[in-house]
Nanobody, 123 residues
Framework: QVQLEESGGGLVQAGGSLRLSCVASGRTFTSYGMGWFRQAPGKKREFVAAIYWRGGNQYYSGSATGRFTISRDNAKNTGYLQMNSLRPEDTGRYYC????????????????WGRGTQVTVSS
């Protein structure tokens, strides 16, 4: 059984930073991609960033480009999302997903999801 557990969310003022972590257990994902998605109340889940476990190619949404950085530590089976210059519109529940293969920006590509961690950015 695969489990993903996110952590690192919280309340931060606009302009601040947070670092999210996603620990995968039960299986290694070195051949696939890992992604971060977020969902604000009343809105659809949207892509934030993704990375392949092997090779490290990174992908970002337009909103995340230049402010967020995705990374991974294969030895720890852990992915990270460093978020800087946070804005109120970044508020939402952030989900880690694993098992992505082709279009890592699509949530349909992923087999496994965590329960999410809440990020709230105050103005």
């Amino acid at each position: 059984q695969v489990q993903l557990e996110e952590s690192g969310g919280g309340l931060v003022q606009a302009g601040g930073s947070l670092r999210l972590s996603c620990v995968a257990s039960g299986r290694t994902f070195t051949s696939y991609g890992m992604g971060w998605f977020r969902q604000a109340p009343g809105k659809k889940r949207e892509f934030v960033a993704a990375i392949y476990w092997r090779g490290g190619n990174q992908y970002y949404s337009g909103s995340a480009t230049g402010r967020f950085t995705i990374s991974r530590d294969n030895a720890k089976n852990t992915g990270y999302l460093q978020m800087n210059s946070l804005r109120p519109e970044d508020t939402g529940r952030y989900y880690c997903a694993a098992g992505g293969r082709l279009d890592l920006s699509s949530d349909r590509e992923y087999d496994y999801w965590g329960r999410g961690t809440q990020v709230t950015v105050s103005s």
